[in-house]
């Protein structure tokens, strides 16, 4: 007689957060006891070429959130993120993908920081004299950065063996039962199935959320290995998290330097535009004249930046009216089986800031709904 096979638990999508939180399925007390198998579906891997609606391998990335004082969840998120973060920096160093580094912020409009970065070690004020008079204030302290496409490969390196990976585009949560998709994940039908599908959120059948619209990001990658310090500049409020402008300078640990950028609530479009390229070489000038080479410093501003162009990137953060959803959905039905189904999408500009506390809501959540 055959064995019942176990049910399946899929995680749909491979970003950030989809491999987050297939980390966090195979360290739970669900997967010590009883092994389900581990399925994740997705249309983009991490070795795939760039492509704008993959936000994980375009993003900057840096830790900077953009939590409300009075969004306790987004802030528990956040800092839980960063803790996880910079102990795995601790640990095993710049191979990680990950720099620690003297994050220095700059804001016009407001004397205000937010309360979240008082968390951070080595929060200071700067004293006015110590910046431009049109900064209106300004603190330092210590943050990271990630490089997109290194720790993604570790975070598969820590699925091996324990989760597959597929690549299939699935088009709705019921297509679960279709022969193709069952061909992968086995007959038996899932006990529980993880949406991480990002901007795919707003066209996956039985999710489907209207609420979920793209904030575009167009980033200039440099080659500038003599900046080791990350810096920003919000002009307005931040009114949630995507508002205002923003300037900000990324260093990575192999002497890239990410400056960007832009917010671009509802547009899709996928290509570089060659004003907002020179708009961001400017603005990323302006907050830190450090970032052009040390050779020709005393000649014109945006010229000696063009010659350390690496690259132009788009990409679309998956942003969602209400902010980020980690819950569980209505129960999916296939045949009479019940499927327990788990959201955790919508991370806008705060995908990989938050990706490891996200991850740890979404499991907390499916273990008490069992
Ligand atoms: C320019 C830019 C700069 C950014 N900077 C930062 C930063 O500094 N700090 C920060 O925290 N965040 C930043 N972000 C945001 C961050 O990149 C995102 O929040 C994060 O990557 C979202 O991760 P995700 O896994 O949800 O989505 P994605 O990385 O887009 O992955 C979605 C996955 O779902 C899969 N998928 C979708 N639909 C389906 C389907 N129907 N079937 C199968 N697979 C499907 C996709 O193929 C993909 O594998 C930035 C983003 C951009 C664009």
């Known amino acids: 007689m055959l064995e019942p096979q176990l049910r399946p638990i899929v995680i749909i999508g491979a970003g950030v957060i989809g491999l987050t939180t297939a980390v966090r399925l195979v ?65 095993e160093g710049e191979k990680t993908g990950l720099m620690v580094l003297k994050q220095t912020e700059y804001y016009v409009g407001t004397d205000k920081h937010l309360r979240i970065y008082e968390d951070h070690p080595d929060l200071t004020t700067l004293d006015r004299s110590t910046h431009s008079s049109s900064i209106d204030h300004s603190i330092s302290f210590t943050s990271l950065t990630m490089t997109p496409a290194i720790y993604l490969r570790r975070l598969l390196d820590r699925l091996k063996g324990r989760a ?11 297509h679960l039962s279709h022969p193709s998709c069952t061909a992968l994940i086995g007959s038996s039908t899932p006990l529980a199935v993880f949406v991480c599908a990002g ?22 990658s440099l080659k500038a290995p003599w900046m080791r310090s990350g810096w920003t500049r919000q002009v307005g409020s931040l009114d949630g998290g995507e508002g205002g402008e923003r300037t900000y300078i990324i260093p990575r640990p192999d002497g890239t330097v990410i400056i960007g950028g832009t917010r671009e609530q509802g547009d899709w479009y996928p290509y570089p535009r060659a004003a907002t390229t020179d708009d961001i070489l400017r603005r990323a000038h302006d907050i830190c004249p450090e970032i052009v080479p040390p050779y020709p410093r005393d000649q014109s501003i945006t010229e000696p930046l063009k010659d350390i162009v690496q690259g ?21 039905y296939l045949g009479n089986d019940r499927v327990k189904v788990v959201h955790n999408y919508g991370h806008g500009g705060a995908g990989w800031q938050s990706c490891w506390g996200t991850a740890e809501d979404a499991i907390a959540q499916l273990l008490r709904s069992l």
């Not at 306790?72 to 800092?79: E, G, I, N, P």
């Not at 990137?313 to 129960?331: A, H, I, K, N």
């Open 199 to 220: 901007i795919g959120a707003l066209t996956l059948g039985d999710v489907e959320d209207r609420e979920v619209y793209p904030t575009r990001g167009q980033i200039v």
């Open 27 to 91: 360290e739970s007390s669900l997967y010590a006891e009883s092994k389900h198998p581990i399925h994740i579906l997705a249309n983009h891997l991490p070795s795939d070429p760039l492509d704008p609606k993959y936000a994980s391998t375009i993003a900057g990335a840096h830790h900077l959130s953009f939590a409300d004082d009075n969004d306790l969840r987004q802030r528990k998120w956040d800092s839980r993120t960063f803790q996880v973060m910079h102990d795995e920096w601790k640990r």
């Open 312 to 332: 132009v990137l788009v990409g679309f953060r998956p942003s969602r009216v209400g902010g980020t959803r980690v819950e569980l959905g209505d129960d999916l």
């Open 164 to 174: 597959q990976i597929h690549r299939y585009h699935l088009p709705s949560l019921s």
